[in-house]
């Protein structure tokens, strides 16, 4: 099927690849001049594992081709994904204007019959919109007769494993109301649903909220469990204890309830935030969602915390003023280069504000701090986790890269010019931490000296 999906991010470029795997002919149409012709010459533009075997590959067999041009895009495709970003508007609401621009191109450019399928994370109503859109656009012409339909298709694919979710998901959910864009839709995913039926079909606006309510659920297990470990570090229990005493009731299961340093990315936070808009506007208040954000914003400077309370112990006054710490980790998880909303960016800011120098070192994400941040002389990035110990007063962790679970302790030991650590995904054992002679701050862990 020939294919055109608008939108070349972490979305768009892996959903695109992945259907010219299976055979469709795939069009990617960005509005971004630079990321196109790096995709043309085979340079992905993100990082994410088995990405750019699977673009190089479907490019040079022709399958999957870029382009800025949006006429061809929309000439070229029988169906059209739309999966561009939906960001916070000013109010918190999504801001809708790149989904609507391309419903507007559509409208201008048809000349033949479209399925239009929605893939951006958009708010109950935005099909209707976009149908809107497309129709006055069409009216516009005279060509108020062409055929189109719109659908809703959310995406679940989680950065890090964006590749090997898209090539076997594990739901498709379709919001549609016309059986022949249904058709179209099982033979479009029908090298996707092969060992199980997984195409979830209901109307257009339940599956807008299945996508926010996914989301939210998820923010809401991580704020839960930061909840309950903040509680913990009070009493003075240990939150991995109790993690695996609930976690032992299949009702509520070990996935997901990790306590840490907050959650971040491009889609928690932005998605709290619009469900919260979008309840408020529906006369709903939304309770569960506005506590989730406040923990979540606690969780996000906890670390910070600690690190105040334990320097302002050792220093006085001065506190964390001149001090400079180890950071291990960047991106806001790992397998990722994404360093949106990031949990380690609040913590270097608050550090820069003490007076703190940071040295870094994370797998991915440096060139992308580097990009956020610029040359400052409060910022090291460092070559290697290694390096970035070098004469430190502190490591603290701040993303659970593999890389960064079984480090020489001893040798960490060493570097720093005082053993102490603070974990921000409680990656290491407080006992063995004792025993390798750290002081050790957890999230729920209490400190052990
Ligand atoms: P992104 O910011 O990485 O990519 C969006 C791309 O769209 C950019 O390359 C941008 O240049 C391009 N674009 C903007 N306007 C355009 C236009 N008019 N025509 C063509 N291209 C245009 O965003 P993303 O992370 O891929 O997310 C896209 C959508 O999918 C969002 O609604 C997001 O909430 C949702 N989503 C994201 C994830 C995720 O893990 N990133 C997962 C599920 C759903």
Redesign the pocket.
Known sequence: MKVTV???????LVQGAALAEVGHEVCC????PA?VAALEEGVIPIYEPGLDRLVQENAAAGRLTFSTD?AHGVAHGRVIFI????PPGADGGADLS?VL??AQTVGERMEAPRLVIN????PVGTEAAVRARIAEALAARDRAELDFDVVSNP?????GS?VADCMRPDRIVVGVTRDDSEALLRELFAPFNRNREKMIVMDPRSAELTKYAANCMLATKISFMNEIAAIADRLGCDIEAVRQGIGSDPRIGYHFIYAGAGYGG??FP??VKALIHTARAAGCEPHVLRAVEDRNADAKTAIFEKMQAHFGARFGERGLKGRTIALWGLAFKPNTDDMREASARVLMEALWQAGATVQAYDPQAMEETQRIYGSRDDLRLCGTKEAALSGADALVVMTEWRMFQSPDFEAVREALSEPVLFDGRNLYDPERMQGHGFTHYGIGRGARA
């Open positions: 608008f939108g070349t991010g972490y979305v768009g149409i960005d509005v971004d990321k949006p999966a561009v970003g939906t790149h621009a391309v893939k951006s994370t958009v995406e679940f694919l989680k950065e964006a491009s889609c932005k998605d």
